[in-house]
Structure formats: C-alpha cells, structure tokens
C-alpha cells in the first residue's frame, strides 16, 4: 500500500508545482490606440527561436517611443482567453528607449529566453507598449507556432 501512496504523491507534488499563466493584463480583446501605429512579427517559418524579430511602423504624425519591454501572451482554448507567459525570476528589461518618427519603422528582437515556459504549439501575440507625447499606445501581433515552427 505504501509503495503506491509514495508516486501518488510524488506525481502530485511535481504537478502541483507548476506555474499557472495569469490572465492578460490587456484582456481578450486589446483596443487599438493608434491605427496608424503596428507592430508586425516576422515569421519566415523558422523554427521557434530565442530571438522573435518585429519591425513597428509608425504611419502617424507624431513620434513614439519605444522601450525595449515585450509581453507574451499564449490563448487558452479551454478558457477562451489570453493567458501571459511569466518572466523567469530575476529578469528585467534595460531601461532604454529610443524615438520611432512619423512615417518611418523601428526593427527590433525579443527575446524568449527571459520567458519561464518554452514556445510550444499555440496561438499568441506580442504585445508592447510604446508611449507619445506621453499618451500610451499599445501594439500587437498575433502569431501561431506549429511543430516548432512560427507562422
């Protein structure tokens, strides 16, 4: 009887430790602030890299800022609702930030290796928060990974 109760709660323990996805800070559905301000991620069906380009496009009037903080966010089915993917503990972002001008674009990398879960198969979006003028406007893509490969 012991020998069975042992794994049981061994199992439990591990499974138990796992580190459950919060809800979205941005909720399921992200207001666009700015129409004329994208972000696009680059998938070139690649296998899933520690590093996820993107290139934000400033078709606007006026000048953004831009930082070098990202969120990642993978959609639970089950849920029905975008759940963020944790930093690793004792992570943090360099505090830089630099100008994007009206009518042109910023390329920039993100990078998964500061995320505490791999990119498995799935549906997510990179958001980022860009500020102008200090109004925030907030940026995303949508981008799916299927066998390792980003889409």
């Known amino acids: 009887m012991m020998r069975s109760v042992i794994p049981f709660c061994l199992l439990f323990f591990l499974v138990g430790c796992g580190t459950e996805l919060e809800?979205?800070?941005?909720?399921?559905d992200i207001?666009?602030?700015?129409?004329?301000?994208?972000i696009?991620?680059?998938?070139?069906?690649?296998?899933?890299?520690?590093?996820i380009p993107y290139i934000i496009k400033n078709q606007s009037d006026h000048p953004l800022t831009e930082g070098r903080a990202?969120?990642?966010?993978?959609?639970?089915?089950?849920?029905?609702?975008?759940?963020?993917i944790p930093f690793k503990k004792n992570s943090a972002h360099q505090l830089d930030a630099w100008i994007i001008d009206p009518g042109s674009e910023s390329g920039g990398i993100v990078n998964t290796d500061q995320?505490?879960?791999?990119?498995?198969?799935?549906?997510?979006?990179?958001?980022?928060?860009?500020?102008?003028?200090?109004?925030?406007?907030?940026?995303?893509?949508?981008?799916?990974?299927?066998?390792?490969i980003i889409q």
């Open 31 to 38: 207001k666009k602030t700015d129409s004329a301000v994208t």
């Open 115 to 148: 995320l505490n879960r791999n990119l498995t198969d799935g549906d997510y979006r990179l958001v980022k928060d860009l500020s102008s003028d200090g109004d925030r406007i907030v940026v995303y893509d949508e981008f799916t990974v299927e066998n390792d």
């Open 23 to 28: 809800p979205s800070e941005y909720g399921n």
């Open 70 to 84: 990202f969120v990642i966010e993978k959609y639970d089915d089950k849920q029905k609702k975008w759940l963020q």
């Open 40 to 51: 696009e991620v680059q998938t070139d069906t690649r296998t899933v890299p520690n590093e």
